[in-house]
C-alpha cells in the first residue's frame, strides 16, 4: 500500500484538524456532511445545503463561518427582496454632488444565503456572476469581489408554496449538493441537553486566517490525478448523459467540479494522489443536482437522480 503523503505543511494539516473540530463541537452526528463542506471551502465550490428545516443548515454554516477569520453576511432571502439588495445600491451625496456606491452584503468573504428558493429569479440572478465570475457588475462597472469568495445557500425542497424553482444554470453554479438527513437517537439526545447551536456556537473562535484558507485552495490542483482516474471520472460523467431516464446530463463544468473535489477530498484525507473512493464518494453530492430524470417509475415510485446516479457507481468498471 502506498503511504500518505501531503501536499500541506504540518502547520496548515493541523490548521484544518482544528476547523473541523470546531464544527464537530456544535454540528453534532454527521461527519461526512462536515467532510463535504471542507471539501467545498477548499476546492472554491459554491455549497446548497438542502433539507427540511431545523436539521442544522445555518448551524453549520454559522460554525463555519466563526472558525475562519473571513467577513461573513447572512442573506436572508425573501419574495420583495430586489437585486440591489444583495449587490448594493448607489446613493446620491448632496454635499460632493455625486453619486457614492454603498457595498451590499455579497461584499464579504464567505456568504449564507438563506432559503434562496423563496426569493424570485431576478434576484437569485443576481448571484450568478458572482457565483461565476467572482465580480458584481453596478452601473456600467465591474466590481472585483475580495477572495476567498464563498456562497453557502439553503433551501427546503419540500415546501413550494411561495417559492421559486432554482433554474438548472444556477444549481450548475454549486459544486455541491448536501442533504443533511435527521439525526440518530443518540445524536438528538446530546442535542436536547447540550444545545450546542446556542451555547456552543458563541464558544468558537477563528482557527484558520485568509491566508491560510487561500493557500489551502493554492494547493488542492496540485493533486495528483492519474489518467484512468480521469477516464474513470469521464466515464461516469458520460453514463449521465447516456442513461435513457435522463433528460440533461452533467456539463462540462460539472465534470471539472468533480474533478477538483475529489482532489480537495484527497488532501483532506492526507494524501497528494486521488484514489478511485474519492470519486465515488463525491459523484453524487457533485453530480445529482446536475442531471435532470424523466420522472422515471419503478413499482409505482418516482425514482431520485440519487438512486440513478448509484446505480451508474455500481456498474461502471472501477479502473485497478
Known amino acids: 500500500m502506498a503511504s500518505q503523503v501531503s501536499i500541506l ?12 473540530a470546531n464544527i464537530d463541537r456544535v454540528f453534532l452526528g454527521k461527519p461526512e456532511v ?18 427540511v428545516p431545523g436539521v442544522g443548515k445555518t448551524v453549520l454554516a454559522r460554525a463555519l463561518a466563526r472558525s475562519l477569520d473571513l467577513t461573513f453576511h447572512r442573506i436572508q432571502l425573501t419574495p420583495d427582496m430586489l437585486p440591489s439588495d444583495i449587490i448594493g445600491v448607489s446613493v446620491y451625496d ?15 468573504n464567505v456568504i449564507l444565503a438563506d432559503e434562496i428558493n423563496r426569493t424570485t429569479p431576478r434576484t437569485q440572478s443576481a ?19 475580495e477572495k476567498p469568495f464563498w456562497v453557502i445557500a439553503t433551501q427546503n425542497p419540500f415546501e413550494f408554496e411561495g417559492t421559486y424553482y432554482l433554474p438548472e444554470n444556477q444549481l450548475d453554479r454549486f459544486a455541491l449538493r448536501i442533504r443533511i438527513g435527521y439525526p440518530d437517537r443518540a445524536v438528538e439526545k446530546r442535542i436536547v441537553r447540550e ?19 487561500l493557500a489551502v485552495q493554492a494547493q ?19 453514463a449521465t448523459r447516456d442513461h435513457d431516464q435522463l433528460e440533461v446530463g452533467v ?17 483532506l484525507s492526507g494524501r497528494d494522489y486521488v484514489i478511485p473512493d474519492d470519486l465515488k464518494a463525491i459523484f453524487i453530492p457533485v453530480c445529482a443536482h446536475r442531471v435532470m430524470s424523466k420522472s422515471y417509475m419503478q413499482d409505482g415510485h ?8 448509484g446505480s451508474m457507481l455500481r456498474h461502471v468498471p472501477v479502473p485497478q
Open 9 to 20: 505543511d504540518d502547520s496548515l494539516q493541523a490548521r484544518l484538524a482544528d476547523l473541523r
Open 34 to 51: 462536515v467532510t463535504q463542506v471542507l471539501v467545498g471551502l477548499m476546492s472554491r465550490g459554491h455549497l446548497l445545503i438542502e433539507d
Open 94 to 108: 448632496s454635499t460632493s454632488g455625486t453619486f457614492e456606491f454603498k457595498k451590499g452584503p455579497i461584499f464579504a
Open 127 to 145: 448571484l450568478l456572476e458572482a457565483m461565476n465570475e467572482c465580480q458584481v457588475s453596478v452601473d456600467g462597472r465591474t466590481l472585483v469581489l
Open 195 to 213: 444545545e450546542p447551536a446556542t451555547v456552543g456556537l458563541e464558544t468558537i473562535a477563528p482557527v484558520m486566517s485568509r491566508a491560510d484558507v
Open 220 to 238: 488542492v490542483p496540485l493533486v495528483r490525478v492519474d489518467d484512468r482516474l480521469t477516464d474513470y471520472a469521464l466515464a461516469l460523467v458520460e
Open 251 to 267: 456539463s462540462p463544468r460539472g465534470t471539472i467540479s468533480f474533478i477538483r473535489t475529489a482532489q480537495a477530498l484527497a488532501m
Open 302 to 309: 418516482a425514482v431520485s437522480t440519487e438512486h440513478l446516479l
